[in-house]
Each structure stands twice: as structure tokens, then as C-alpha cells.
């Protein structure tokens, strides 16, 4: 089982940034094929923001938040961070850590949450106009 705590997220008027971090422990050998940051906000459903492979390559974006998200892990602190820049309102949701084995479907690795088996808490992330 991997436990994922984030941190960071908060409240802050549109234009501005945010930084979320995500720290993966496990006691378990099972490797860690992905991580990601996917968000929910009232009433809608889960949605991938950003995900990265761990073995490599680019990392995968939703096309709202492309070029304003940068997703980045530090492989040796397991650790995923993701840089938020010029926040809208609508990016206003809870947002979560994922871990899980690597998954390919549809052209794209890990970009569901169903190819996700561990989840963090949250994080409130919240953008007023």
C-alpha cells in the first residue's frame, strides 16, 4: 500500500500561483508505475489534471490547464509537486495524489483514475474572480 499526503493547496485570487506537494511512503515493494494530481469540485466528477510515468518521458496535461501547470517528481524523495500559474476560478476543486501501476489506454499512460489504486486526502484549492 502507498500512503500519499498532500500539502499546499489554499486559497488565492485569480492570476495567482499555488504549488502542491504530494510525498509517497510505502511499505510495500510494489513499484509506482504513476503518479498524478486529478481534481474534483462539487457536483462534478474526477478529473485528471496532471500525470507523470515514472519511467520517464513527457508529462501528460489536461488541456485546461496546459501551459499554466508544470508537474515535476524528485524520484529519490518520491515526491510529486505541481506548480499551479495564473489560477482561474475554475480550477477552484479538491485536489489529489494518486499512485499506481503503469497503464496505457487510449494513446495516454495513467490519465484515468481508475489505473490509480492509492489516493491521498486532499487538498482545498480554492480561486476567487
Known amino acids: 500500500q502507498v500512503e500519499l499526503t498532500e500539502s499546499g493547496g489554499g486559497s488565492v485570487p485569480a492570476g495567482e500561483s499555488l504549488r502542491l506537494s504530494c510525498e509517497a511512503s510505502?511499505?510495500?515493494?510494489?513499484?509506482?508505475?504513476?503518479m498524478g494530481w486529478f481534481r474534483q469540485a462539487p457536483g462534478e466528477e474526477r478529473e485528471p489534471v496532471a500525470t507523470?510515468?515514472?519511467?520517464?518521458?513527457?508529462?501528460d496535461y489536461s488541456e485546461s490547464v496546459k501551459g499554466r501547470f508544470i508537474v515535476s517528481r524528485d524520484k529519490n524523495k518520491n515526491t510529486l509537486t505541481l506548480q499551479m500559474r495564473s489560477l482561474k476560478p475554475e480550477d477552484t476543486a479538491m485536489y489529489y495524489c494518486?499512485?499506481?501501476?503503469?497503464?496505457?489506454?487510449?494513446?495516454?499512460?495513467?490519465?484515468?483514475?481508475?489505473?490509480?489504486?492509492?489516493w491521498g486526502q486532499g487538498t482545498q484549492v480554492t480561486v476567487s474572480p
Open positions: 494518486a499512485a499506481g501501476p503503469a497503464r496505457f489506454y487510449g494513446g495516454r499512460w495513467c490519465f484515468r483514475s481508475s489505473d490509480y489504486a492509492d
Open positions: 510505502t511499505t510495500s515493494t510494489r513499484n509506482i508505475g504513476c
Open positions: 507523470s510515468h515514472i519511467g520517464g518521458g513527457i508529462p
